[in-house]
């Protein structure tokens, strides 16, 4: 079945420091999503990316969707303190297009240091 | 609007005792699904609802049964607990196809069987 490929698993970084987080699936994906995790939180929704070699900013937050719609990054410039948590992408299970069945990564903890 | 409730937040069982996790959505989200997360594993998806009435299986289905009746509720049911689903669930739900609208996720319910 689908995997769906995220690294690194860990990410320390000096505040002001940049950040990036890859995700790798065995398929092509129809989408991916991004979500974060506060400690101690649950998941929330930070965007979705539908079209090969799509770029999608939202304030210090980049994200990207490969040509080839196996993989996508999310890039953080500047970090602070309060980017602390694990950020996880996700695509569909099986790499069609059933939305319903959204298979995550691993997911990257990432701590920042003041 | 309340989002997606569930209950209980935390609950401890004892081998081979069953029990009912509850989720509820007040989004008239027609995507609904369940995920356990455990430490260094992500989230993986136990059981996803399309719809009232339709139901379908996740990556790790083998103990827990679903049933959608209404929109609104999506019902977890450990048939007999084990150890091995010690785990974080959380439920969580969707409009579906809609562009950059992803899944809107529970606080969570920690379960510990012993």
């Known amino acids: 079945g689908q995997q769906v490929m995220q690294i690194p698993q860990y990410q320390h970084v000096q505040e002001g420091e940049d950040f990036t987080t890859y995700c790798n699936s065995s398929t092509t994906l129809s989408n991916i999503q991004w979500y974060k995790q506060r400690p101690g939180g649950h998941p929330v929704f930070l965007i979705q990316?539908?079209?090969?070699?799509e770029v999608k900013k939202q304030k210090r937050l980049t994200f990207q969707f490969g040509e080839a719609k196996k993989n996508s990054s999310l890039h953080i410039t500047a970090t602070q303190t309060t980017d602390v948590g694990t950020y996880f992408c996700a695509g569909p299970h099986g790499g069609g297009t059933s939305y319903g069945k959204l298979t995550f990564g691993q997911g990257t903890i990432l701590t920042v240091h003041p | 609007n309340a989002g997606v409730t569930q209950t209980p937040k935390f609950q401890v069982l004892k081998t081979g005792q069953s029990m009912t996790l509850q989720c509820a959505q007040d989004?008239?989200?027609?995507?609904m699904s369940w995920y356990r997360q455990d430490p260094g594993m992500g989230l993986r998806l136990i059981h996803y609802s399309v719809g009232a009435g339709i139901t379908d299986q996740g990556e790790v289905p083998n103990g827990y049964n679903v049933s959608r009746s209404t929109t609104e509720d999506f019902p977890l049911r450990l048939l007999s607990a084990a150890p091995s689903q010690t785990s974080v669930y959380f439920c969580?739900?969707?409009?579906?196809?809609?562009?950059?609208?992803?899944?809107?996720f529970g606080s969570g319910t920690r379960l510990t069987v012993v």
């Open positions: 990316l539908v079209k090969s070699g």
């Open positions: 989004m008239n989200h027609e995507y």
């Open positions: 969580a739900s969707s409009l579906g196809l809609t562009a950059n609208y992803g899944y809107t």
